[in-house]
């Protein structure tokens, strides 16, 4: 590991040392966090693609790369009473038995962070690799996001191994989850914002205009139907974000320019097309300082609750009349009720926050 610039420290009293290691399928061996972060604007992705002569692929490959990035940035800054947490670092498949080998402080906790549909990318060995893992004191926490134990073909082969398990807010599969162990914590929270707390500044006074940010998965017919609504309606100060994704390191630059964004629901949206789309959206809007406005979905969860709460706006499905008074009324949202909101995600609905206090729970 770098020739000893990792160098084991003496443990605060009444701490407990953490080392976490972010498995990351655009990755390839172990290193420290800090040195894939550095290099990983100039990743050359083409080796890492089916066809590396198709520009809209490798497009997507970078938005994607640079996406699961922001997870290892998150992971590298985590912070948390009671434990200490060790220069983090990071692994693709080929690093992941040298996580093992890695010398290992005394006392030291050394977890294994997973997330999403990634420990696909082990096939059919993801269940004998997590059981070595674990075998050899790593620990192993789970992000799903949304429906692994009811979608993921390896879920049952992992499932034994998993110390934590953050799954969507649905009933976990039975025949999946009765592979958990007894002692696995399972927390339902699914998607929260990939952000370091606070990394945007809150803006006092940003410009009156709203932001849709979908994806080409979300640009339904529904959907069009909304935005050339909001378009009639409110001309220049709408704009639509849907080509994909939104690069990482432009969601900063929407702080001043929006004070509003429109973000599909995703996972448990009414409608089978939108039920594919991303839902980080409304989290890191959040932390950025905007106010979130969201269709209603079928089954309420989580963004119902922070629509009681006014941490975000909901109308009903397909109604453009509540659709048009929700951005009017985000419009006119003054500065104390957006910075309660900015504060609220930036302390509670981010990846480190959340995947730190797991671990602080396990014990």
């Known amino acids: 590991m770098d020739g000893g610039r990792d160098v084991p420290r003496a443990s605060v009293p009444g701490t407990t040392q953490v080392r976490a ?24 992705l083409r080796p890492l693609v089916a066809d590396p002569r198709d520009a809209s692929l490798l497009t997507k490959a970078r938005l994607d790369c640079d996406w699961y990035g922001e997870n290892a940035r998150a992971f590298a800054a985590m912070a948390h009473a009671g434990l200490e947490f060790l220069p983090a670092w990071v692994c693709g498949i080929p690093g992941l038995l040298d996580l093992v080998k890695a010398p290992r402080a005394p006392g030291e906790e050394r977890w294994l962070i997973v997330m999403a549909h990634q420990p696909q990318a082990l096939k059919a060995t993801a269940g004998k690799l997590f059981g070595f893992l674990r075998k050899q004191g790593v620990r192993i926490l789970y992000y799903a996001f949304d429906e692994a ?23 976990l599969d039975a025949a999946g989850a009765a592979w958990l162990r007894a002692d696995c914590r399972t927390l339902h929270r699914s998607w929260v914002a990939n952000t370091l707390p606070f990394a945007t500044p809150f803006v ?9 940010l979908g994806s080409e998965m979300g640009l339904t017919p529904h959907r069009r139907r909304q935005i050339d609504f909001l378009r009639a309606k409110f001309g220049t100060r709408f704009t639509a974000i ?26 448990k949206f009414a409608t089978r097309g939108m039920s594919a789309t991303h839902t980080d959206r409304p989290f890191w809007s959040g932390c950025l300082g905007l106010v979130p406005v969201s ?10 609750d922070l629509h009681r709460e006014a941490l975000l706006l909901r109308y009903p499905h397909g109604d453009l009349a509540a659709l048009a008074t929700a951005c009017e009324r985000a419009l006119t949202a003054p500065v104390a009720e957006r910075r ?11 990846v480190g926050t959340v995947v730190a206090a797991a671990m602080a729970a396990a014990g």
């Open 21 to 44: 290691c972010y498995f990351n399928a655009w990755a390839q061996g172990l290193e420290p966090a800090a040195d894939y972060l550095a290099r990983l604007p100039t990743l050359d």
């Open 149 to 171: 134990s009811r979608e993921m073909p390896c879920f049952r082969e992992i499932a034994p191994h998993l110390d934590v398990l953050i799954h969507d807010e649905s009933p």
């Open 204 to 212: 006092e006074a940003p410009e009156e205009n709203i932001v849709f």
């Open 242 to 267: 849907h080509d994909h994704s939104l690069p990482v390191g432009e969601r900063h630059r929407l702080a001043e320019r929006f004070k509003v964004s429109l973000c599909p629901e995703g996972r």
């Open 295 to 304: 269709e209603d979905s079928a089954a309420g969860g989580r963004l119902e």
């Open 340 to 350: 309660r909101i900015y504060d609220y995600y930036n302390r509670h609905e981010t």
